[in-house]
C-alpha cells in the first residue's frame, strides 16, 4: 500500500522560500505521476503543481508559476516542491498525491487522478 509523507512546511515571511519533501513507499514509484495540491481554511482543495512519472513534463496552477519548482528523484522516492517569493495567500496545508498512471495533462492536474494521499504539512507565510 502507498504511503505518503510530506515534510518542510513552517512559518515563514512574506518573500522566504520553503521546500516541501514527500517521502513515497510501498510501491513502484518510477511509475506514479506525482501531485501537490493546497488547502486553504474554509476552502477546497486545489491544484498545484504536478509531475508525470517520467519527468519530461512538469504543470503549475497559473497562481505558483514562476515561483514554485516541483522535481523528484526517483533513486530517493522523493518528490520536491521548492516554494520561492512565498505570498500570504500560500498559506495553506499543502499535501502530496499519488497516481499511477502514465498520463499526463490535463488528467493530473485534477484531484480524481489521485488515489494516494499525504496527511499535509502546513505551511503559513506572514506580512
Known amino acids: 500500500q502507498v504511503q505518503l509523507v510530506e515534510s518542510g512546511g513552517g512559518l515563514v515571511q512574506a518573500g522566504g522560500s520553503l521546500e516541501l519533501s514527500c517521502a513515497f513507499s510501498g510501491g513502484t514509484f518510477s511509475a506514479y505521476a506525482m501531485g501537490w495540491f493546497r488547502q486553504a481554511p474554509g476552502k477546497e482543495r486545489i491544484f498545484v503543481a504536478a509531475i508525470t512519472w517520467s519527468s519530461s513534463n512538469r504543470y503549475y496552477a497559473d497562481s505558483v508559476k514562476g515561483r514554485f519548482s516541483i522535481s523528484r528523484e526517483n533513486a530517493k522516492n522523493t518528490v520536491l516542491l521548492q516554494m520561492n517569493s512565498l505570498k500570504p495567500e500560500d498559506t495553506a496545508v499543502y499535501y502530496c498525491?499519488?497516481?499511477?498512471?502514465?498520463?499526463?495533462?490535463?488528467?493530473?492536474?485534477?484531484?480524481?487522478?489521485?488515489?494516494?494521499w499525504g496527511q499535509g504539512t502546513q505551511v503559513t507565510v506572514s506580512t
Open positions: 498525491a499519488a497516481a499511477n498512471t502514465r498520463l499526463s495533462a490535463p488528467y493530473i492536474l485534477t484531484r480524481r487522478a489521485y488515489n494516494n
